[in-house]
């Protein structure tokens, strides 16, 4: 049985995500991504369990049609470099480099007609891509203010940078930890007043058993269990 994901823990220092988003905010993602080639290198080198998810996953996805090619060790950097890019990604969107004329959507018909409404919405994510873009949308002239529920315990160095890049956002974050009664009555009340509520709905909650509230479903050749919570 695979690991909890929120069990993982994190891998390098704080400092070498500190000098990450530095090099990202002087040099650009191109540039920086060159410049991480060979740490991440040295990551792939040395984790073994990262090694084997990655190819766990590589091999599902061309079963699957998804990718062409034998999944080898150029396949499997490239896959941990992606990632990279992905955090990088985060870090940007975070501190403001993504503009919201970046991003597909911001301007969505969808978005305007409930804003003109009042309506809120709670907007349901998943770990594919980069979620945290929708700060863009939300910031686009002060549009509606967004609650984010987040788990972030096994990713504190890194997260601990992202708040020091993000002083300026105005998007709030909620442990899914610590999410009570109260607390859950005061996310209705922001949906209520046009506020937007966010939330990963493609992974079990931290700590919960397998036979939860989740759902098995057939995924990627598997069986996988999914949350049910996000949908009732």
């Known amino acids: 049985m695979a690991e909890n994901w929120a069990k993982q823990t994190e891998r390098g220092t704080r400092l070498g995500v500190l000098v990450s988003a530095w090099l990202y905010?002087?040099?650009g993602r191109r540039i920086t991504l060159i410049i991480l080639s060979p740490v991440v290198l040295f990551f792939y080198l040395n984790g073994r369990t990262h090694r084997q998810s990655?190819?766990?996953y590589l091999k599902r996805a061309q079963a699957m049609g998804f990718i062409s090619g034998k999944p080898g060790f150029v396949m499997q950097y490239r896959h941990f470099m992606a990632f990279t890019g992905s955090l990088l990604d985060k870090l940007a969107a975070w501190s403001g480099h993504?503009?919201?004329?970046?991003?597909?959507g911001?301007?969505?018909?969808l978005f305007d007609a409930a804003k003109k409404h009042g309506r809120g919405a709670l907007v349901l994510t998943a770990h594919m891509g980069n979620p945290e873009l929708i700060r863009a949308i939300a910031t686009v002239n002060q549009r509606f203010g967004v609650t984010v529920l987040v788990h972030t315990a096994n990713a504190e160095k890194f997260n601990s940078v992202i708040n020091q890049f993000s002083s300026q956002s105005t998007v709030r974050l909620v442990q899914v930890s610590e999410i009570t009664v109260a607390t859950a009555m005061r996310l209705s009340e922001d949906i209520e007043r046009g506020e937007w509520v966010v939330m990963t709905a493609d992974r079990v909650p931290p700590e919960q058993k397998q036979s939860g509230a989740s759902v098995p479903v057939t995924f990627m050749g598997d069986t996988a269990r999914f949350p049910i919570g996000p949908y009732v």
């Open 25 to 27: 905010k002087l040099l």
């Open 54 to 56: 990655s190819m766990s």
């Open 98 to 104: 993504i503009k919201p004329e970046h991003v597909a």
């Open 106 to 109: 911001v301007h969505d018909g």
